[in-house]
C-alpha cells in the first residue's frame, strides 16, 4: 500500500483541477484522498491553454471524452504552431506536431530533402507533412491507417483557460476529489502541514500546482520579458493552428477559439505599456479588450520536492511561453510523481530523482525555447538577448553542419519538431549525410511526389475545422 | 598548402580483423562509390580474434549487408545465443542468465518486476523471476528457434544473437568488401606523414615504399593506436580503477558436447573465464588482474576450467580498460581498440564498432577537411555508448558476495561511477529500474543483472497494489505456463543448428 495515503494539492484555475482530478483518479484504488486547496482564481478571459499532444492521454484516464472539452469549452483543434517572418527572408513554418516525410531506402526523410533542394525542389518540408498542409489549408486530419501508415500526426487544443477550468473542477468532483477554498496558504516552519487561512492541515504530500508554497533558490532560464494576454474578437473562419508572428521587438501569437481569438505578445523586459499593447495590436491585426500585462522571468527551481513539498507546472518553473503551455508542465510532474510514490518514511531517493529527471526534460524544453532566439536569423535586441546551454550550441552546430539533431535523453520535441524549428529559424544545413546519395535521384524523385500526391489527395477529402467542430456539439454552431 | 585532388572522398582504414572489416564493408555499403575505401593491413601483426560472442544488432549490420544467414554462420562456424550465463558473480556456485528479451509484461502501466515483487512479498508466487523470460527458460532448456514476429506471440518477447569466429567473420567481410570495391593492401606502416599546417594525417609510408594517401583514416589498428594514441596523440581516460582485469589468456578446444545456446562466463577468484561454443570448436578464456594473481596461476585456472581437449598454446593478452577522450581527431577516427576497450564481459566489443561504423557514416565530411562540429558529435555519441557500457560491467563486479577473495573484496567496496550509484540506489529501494533511450542497455537487461546479482528491492511501486490479488497470481501462472509449454515445443539448439546451418564437412 502507498505510504502517502492523503494528498493536498494547492492552487488554482486548470493547473489545479487538473493536477488533483489525475492524481486522484489514479491513486483511488489505493484509497489515497485528495483535497484540492483552491486559492482565488487568477486567470482572465484573455487567457488559454495551447495544449500539448500529450495532454490527451490525461484526458482519457479522467474518462474526460473530446467532444465535452471542446462543447463545454468552446475550445478548438491545433496542428502545430505556424512561425512567421522568424528567418530573414520572412517566410511561414509550420510547426506540427508530426512526422514530416517518410523514411526511403531506410534513411530518415530531412536528409532526402535537402538533397533534393540542392538538386531544385522547391516544394518546403513543411508540404510534405500532412498535418501541415491540412492546418494550413483549415482542415482536419481525421486518423485512418493510410495516415497512421505514414506516419506521426498528433494535435493538440486551443483551450480558453475560464471555461477548461471550469470544466476540470467539475470534473475533479466526479473523480472525488474534496476542496477547500483558501485565501491564504503557507508550509509550517518544520514543511509538515499547510497552514490554510489560519487553520492547520496536515496530509502526507502538498504539491503546489501555483508557486504559493514553493520556496527555493532558481535558476535563470531566458531574458526577461514582459507579456501581453488579451481577448479579441473570434475569426470568421477558425484555422486549426496558432500564428507565431515574429518582428524587431518581439513576436505575437494569435490563438483561434471559438468565443474569441486569443492574443499573446512576449518584448522586451523594458518595453512600456502603451508600445506593447500597440505592438499587440498591429501584430495581431485585432482590437483587444481584457488586456494583462506581466512582468516575466524565466527561471526554473533548483529543487522541485523539498521535504513533503512537490513544485508541479509553475510552481517548479516560469518559462517563456513560446512553444510550450504551462499544463504540459503540470504533467510532466504528474507522470514524474506518480513513477516515484514514496515506499518508506525515507523520500531521500524519491526526491533526488524527481529532481534530476524534472531538471533534465525542463532543460531540453528550456533549450529549444533558447534556440528559437540564439539560433534566429532575425536581428533585434529582443534576439539578441539570448543565452544558450552548450548542448543548444552544440545542437545548432551540428543541424547547421549536417541538418542532423543530436540526440539527447529527456527530450520533449522530436527529431523532426527540431528540425523544422531550426529551418524556421532560417538555419541552412551545410551538407547533409552521405548515405543519400545512393538513393537513386529519379527514385527520389518519384516518392517525393508519391508523397506530395497522396497529402494532397488526403488533405481535400478531410472536413473543415469549422465544420467538424460544429459536428461535435451541433447545438454550439455560430 | 597541399592540395589532393580527391578531396575527403578517400578513406583509408589501418587495420584489419573485424573492426577494419566491419568498418570497410560497412562504409562500402552506405556510402556512394565517389568514396574510395583502401584497407592497409600486414598479415605479420596477428589480429586479437577470440571467439566471439555478439548483441542482436550484428544482425542488422549483417542484413545491412544482404548477408545470407545461414551461410553466414556456416562460414564463420557460428553458433545462436540467447543470453550469457553468469556463475559465481553473486554468491560462489550459483547462476543466472542474462538473456535477450523481456521478463514477464507490464500490466496497468506498471513494470512487471512490481507485480512479481508483490506477489512474492504476498506469498502468491514462488517463481524466480527468471520463469518468467522466454529466452531464460529456453537457453536453460538448451533449445533455439527463430522468434515470432508477430507481437501478440509469446514467442515474439525475445532476440538472439550468435557467437562465431571472428577471424573467419572478417574473412567473410573482407571478400565482400573486395569484391565491392574496397582496395586492401598488404603491408606494415613505417611511418606517417602528416600536413605541416592542419596536423592532420596526408599519408601512410609503408615498410616496402608504398605511399597510401588519403582524405579520412581510420585507425583500426587495435589497442597500438597507431594513428588515433599515437600519432594524433588522444588522451587516454583510464578506467583500471573501476574495471581492474587488464588481461587475458585465450585458448581453444574441441567443440562442446552438448551445444548451449548462450555465452557463458564464470567468477574467479582473479578475475572470470569465458566459454563461447562455436560449430567447429570451443573458445575459452580467463580475464584476470595482474594486480589479483599472477599471469601463470591465471593461466592454470583456464587450463582447469577447460570442459575438452585443448586445440592450441594458450595465449596471452594485456589490455587496459578504458576509452580514448576523443575517438576522432583532426581527420583520424578510432574504430574498435584503437578508440577504448573494455572486456568481453557483456559481448560490446563489435557492438561498439557497429555503432561507430554507423555514426561515422552518416557524419563523414562532403567536401574540404573534416568538420569539427560533426567530430564533437561524433565523440559525444562514441563517449555515450562506452560510459553506458562501462557502468553496466561495473555493476557485475561491484555487486558480489564473495566474501574473503581480495580482488571481490576490493570491487564490492570501490566508489562507483556516480551515473552507477544513483541507479542502484533507485533499483535498491523501490525496483525501478534505469529510464534512458539512447545507448545500451536495455530496462530488462538491467534487471536481469540487478537481480542476478542478488539486488533485492525492499519495496515496489506502490501503484502495482491497485491490481486484485488474485488476478495477479493468475496472470503470473498463465504467463509462465505460456513460457513453459512453448520452449517444450522447441528443438534442441545443436538439432536446429544442424538443419538451418551445419558447416559443410570439411
Redesign the interface.
Known amino acids: ?4 495515503r492523503s494528498i493536498a494539492v494547492v492552487g488554482h484555475d486548470a493547473p489545479l483541477w487538473l493536477a488533483a482530478s489525475v492524481l486522484r483518479r ?1 491513486l483511488a ?2 484509497d489515497v484522498g485528495v483535497t484540492a486547496v483552491e486559492l482565488p482564481p487568477r486567470a482572465s478571459p484573455g487567457d488559454f491553454h495551447a495544449t500539448h499532444p500529450a495532454l490527451e492521454a490525461l484526458h482519457a484516464k479522467l474518462g474526460l471524452e473530446e467532444d465535452v472539452l471542446l462543447g463545454a469549452t468552446g475550445g478548438c483543434f491545433s496542428y502545430g504552431r505556424n512561425l512567421v517572418g522568424f528567418g530573414a527572408g520572412g517566410e511561414a513554418h509550420m510547426l506540427a506536431w508530426a512526422d514530416y516525410g517518410v523514411p526511403i531506402d531506410g534513411h530518415p526523410f530531412f536528409g532526402h530533402w535537402l538533397r533534393a533542394r540542392r538538386g531544385g525542389l522547391s516544394a518546403a518540408l513543411q508540404d510534405f507533412c500532412v498535418a501541415a498542409v491540412a492546418a494550413k489549408n483549415g482542415r482536419m486530419l481525421l486518423p485512418d491507417d493510410e495516415l497512421r501508415a505514414f506516419g506521426r500526426a498528433d494535435y493538440g487544443y486551443h483551450l480558453p483557460a475560464l471555461a477548461y477550468a471550469a470544466l476540470l473542477r467539475r470534473v475533479a468532483s466526479a473523480v472525488g476529489v474534496s476542496t477547500i477554498r483558501a485565501n491564504t496558504v503557507a508550509l509550517t516552519a518544520g514543511g509538515d502541514a499547510l497552514n490554510v487561512d489560519g487553520q492547520s492541515l496536515g496530509v502526507d504530500l502538498y504539491v503546489d500546482t501555483s508557486g504559493a508554497i514553493s520556496t527555493g533558490e532558481t535558476t535563470p532560464a531566458g531574458a526577461a520579458r514582459r507579456v501581453l494576454t488579451a481577448r479579441a474578437p473570434a475569426l470568421a473562419t477558425l484555422p486549426p493552428y496558432a500564428e507565431v508572428r515574429a518582428d524587431d521587438f518581439g513576436w505575437t501569437v494569435l490563438y483561434p477559439s471559438r468565443d474569441a481569438t486569443r492574443v499573446l505578445r512576449c518584448t522586451m523586459s523594458n518595453s512600456s505599456d502603451d508600445a506593447v499593447i500597440a505592438a499587440a495590436t498591429h501584430g495581431a491585426g485585432l482590437t483587444q479588450a481584457d488586456i494583462v500585462l506581466q512582468d516575466l522571468a524565466p527561471a526554473v527551481s533548483k529543487t522541485m520536492w523539498r521535504g513533503r513539498a512537490v513544485s508541479l507546472g509553475r510552481a517548479a518553473a516560469r518559462l517563456d511561453p513560446l512553444h510550450i503551455d504551462e499544463l504540459y508542465l503540470v504533467q510532466l510532474g504528474l507522470v514524474r510523481l ?4 514514496p ?2 518514511d525515507d523520500w531521500t ?2 526526491r ?2 524527481f529532481d ?1 529527471a524534472m531538471r533534465s526534460h525542463i532543460d531540453r524544453i528550456v533549450d529549444f525555447q533558447a534556440a528559437t532566439y540564439a539560433g534566429a536569423t532575425r536581428r533585434g535586441a529582443f534576439w539578441a538577448d539570448a543565452s544558450a546551454s552548450a548542448e543548444v550550441e ?1 545542437k545548432l ?2 543541424f ?3 541538418g ?1 539533431i ?2 539527447m ?1 529527456d527530450e520533449t520535441f522530436s527529431p523532426a519538431e527540431w528540425q523544422a524549428l531550426l529551418l524556421a529559424l532560417g538555419i541552412e544545413p551545410s ?5 543519400y ?2 538513393t537513386d535521384p529519379r527514385h527520389l524523385g518519384g516518392e517525393l511526389r508519391r508523397m506530395l500526391g497522396f497529402i494532397a489527395e488526403k488533405v481535400r477529402a478531410q472536413p473543415t475545422h469549422d465544420a467538424y467542430l460544429a459536428s461535435l456539439s451541433p447545438e454550439r454552431a455560430a | 598548402m597541399n592540395q589532393r585532388s580527391d578531396g575527403n572522398s578517400s578513406i583509408v582504414i589501418l587495420g584489419g580483423g573485424t573492426a577494419g572489416w566491419m568498418t570497410a564493408a560497412g562504409l562500402r555499403r ?3 562509390s ?2 574510395a575505401i583502401t584497407l592497409v593491413e600486414s598479415d605479420e601483426i596477428g589480429t586479437v580474434g577470440v571467439g566471439e560472442a555478439t548483441l542482436p544488432h550484428i544482425k542488422k549490420f549483417n542484413d545491412m549487408l544482404g548477408l545470407d544467414e545461414a551461410d553466414f554462420m556456416r562460414r564463420t562456424g557460428a553458433t545462436f545465443k540467447l543470453g550469457i550465463q553468469f556463475v559465481g558473480w553473486d554468491h560462489p556456485g550459483e547462476a543466472y542468465i542474462h538473456p535477450f528479451g523481456a521478463f514477464g509484461e507490464p500490466w496497468g502501466g506498471v513494470e512487471f518486476q512490481h507485480h512479481w515483487q508483490r506477489a512474492k512479498s504476498l506469498g502468491r508466487t514462488t517463481a524466480p523471476l527468471d520463469h518468467f523470460s522466454y529466452a531464460v527458460t529456453a537457453a536453460n532448456a538448451g533449445v533455439f528457434t527463430h522468434p515470432d514476429e508477430d507481437p501478440g506471440s509469446i514467442r515474439s518477447t525475445y532476440s538472439y544473437a550468435y557467437h562465431f569466429d571472428a577471424g573467419r567473420y572478417a574473412a567473410l567481410l573482407r571478400e565482400w568488401a573486395i569484391d565491392r570495391g574496397v582496395v586492401r593492401i598488404e603491408g606494415k606502416v613505417a611511418s606517417v606523414a602528416r600536413d605541416p599546417l592542419t596536423g592532420d594525417v596526408d599519408a601512410l609510408e609503408l615498410q616496402r615504399g608504398e605511399r597510401v594517401t588519403g582524405g579520412i583514416f581510420v585507425d583500426c589498428s587495435g589497442f597500438r593506436s597507431l594513428l588515433l594514441g599515437g600519432e594524433m596523440q588522444s588522451s587516454w581516460e583510464d578506467w583500471t580503477h573501476w574495471l581492474p582485469c587488464d588481461a587475458a589468456w585465450a585458448v581453444p578446444t574441441a567443440r562442446a558436447a552438448t551445444m548451449p545456446p548462450y555465452t557463458r562466463a564464470s567468477a574467479r577468484p582473479g578475475g572470470w573465464v569465458w566459454r563461447i561454443p562455436l560449430q567447429h570448436r570451443t573458445g575459452n578464456g580467463h580475464v584476470f588482474s595482474t594486480q589479483f594473481i599472477d599471469p601463470a596461476d591465471a593461466r592454470e585456472t583456464l587450463l582447469a576450467a577447460l570442459e575438452e581437449e585443448p586445440l592450441d598454446e594458450p595465449r596471452v593478452l594485456r589490455f587496459s580498460p578504458g576509452r580514448r577522450t576523443d575517438a576522432w581527431r583532426g581527420n583520424v577516427i578510432g574504430v574498435g581498440l584503437a578508440s577504448g576497450f573494455l572486456e568481453p564481459l557483456e559481448s560490446t566489443s563489435i557492438f561498439l564498432i557497429q555503432a561507430a561504423v554507423i555514426d561515422l ?7 574540404g577537411r573534416p ?1 569539427p ?2 567530430a ?2 561524433f565523440n ?2 562514441s563517449g555515450m555508448q562506452y560510459d553506458r557500457v562501462r557502468d553496466f560491467l561495473v555493476l557485475h563486479y561491484t555487486a558480489n558476495r564473495r566474501v574473503g577473495e581480495p580482488l571481490w573484496d576490493y570491487l564490492r567496496t570501490m566508489p562507483l561511477p556516480a551515473t552507477l550509484e ?1 541507479k542502484l ?2 533499483f535498491r ?2 525496483g ?1 529500474l534505469p529510464d ?3 545507448g545500451l542497455f536495455a530496462r530488462d537487461s538491467w534487471l536481469s543483472v540487478l537481480e542476478g546479482q542478488g539486488i533485492q528491492p ?6 502495482a ?2 491490481a486484485p490479488v488474485d488476478a495477479l497470481a493468475e496472470r503470473l501462472d498463465d504467463f509462465r505456463e505460456r513460457i513453459a509449454g512453448s520452449v517444450a515445443a522447441m528443438p534442441s539448439h545443436a538439432e536446429f543448428l544442424a538443419d538451418f546451418c551445419a558447416e559443410a564437412a570439411q
Open positions: 500500500m502507498s505510504v502517502v489514479a484504488p489505493l506518480l513513477a516515484l510514490l515506499v518508506s531517493i524519491e533526488r530523482e534530476r552544440h552546430a551540428t547547421a553542419a549536417r542532423e543530436a540526440p535523453e551538407s547533409y549525410s552521405p548515405l546519395d545512393r | 552506405l556510402l556512394p565517389e568514396y557514416a552518416n557524419l563523414l565530411p562532403r567536401d568538420d562540429r560533426l564533437a558529435e559525444r555519441l544513483d540506489e533507485l529501494s523501490r525501478t534512458y533511450a539512447f525492499t519495496a515496489h511501486d506502490p501503484l497494489d491497485a
